[in-house]
């Protein structure tokens, strides 16, 4: 049923990799219509998996900054681990750029993929929604 709708299945999560761009705020909310948030990545293989699927495309993730010490966090509410993350960035990034970049996309095919980007702009995104064939 999923699989038909266009989402991929990896390690106990469907993916949704959209075909129309959204602001990183209207992303999330089309992705909370469809019982999933912006994706979070916690392990090389997930990061492998969305970054080869995306094929150098821009896509939004569940990357945001909070309050006024602009900690990063994720939009489904797993704790960011932000020494292990580290490697995810590309080079050079975070790096605020105009005091304006706030939401995170995935911009290089490459396990250092991350670049924070103004929320405003229109990118493609990825939808995550945890799934356990055996839950169901
Ligand atoms: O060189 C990295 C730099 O590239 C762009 O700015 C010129 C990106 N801007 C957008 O994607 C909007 C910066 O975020 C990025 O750091
Ligand atoms: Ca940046």
């Known amino acids: 049923q999923m699989v038909s709708q266009g989402w991929k299945y990896f390690k106990e999560n469907f993916y949704y990799f959209s075909h129309v761009p959204k602001t990183w705020y209207s992303a999330q909310q089309f992705c ?15 990061q492998e998996f969305l970054y080869k ?43 605020n750029l105009g005091n304006n970049e706030h939401c995170v996309n995935l911009k290089m095919s490459s396990l250092q993929s991350w670049n924070d980007a103004s ?18």
């Open 32 to 46: 909370k219509s469809r019982n999933s948030d912006l994706t979070s990545v916690t392990s090389d293989s997930e």
């Open 53 to 95: 699927t995306a094929g150098g495309i821009f896509f939004w993730i569940g990357l945001t900054k909070a309050g006024s010490e602009g900690e990063w966090y994720w939009v489904d509410n797993t704790p960011f681990n932000k020494v292990q993350s580290m490697k995810f960035w590309s080079p050079g990034e975070p790096n």
């Open 119 to 136: 929320c405003d702009h229109q990118l493609l995104f990825i939808c995550k929604r945890h799934y356990i064939p055996s839950e169901q």
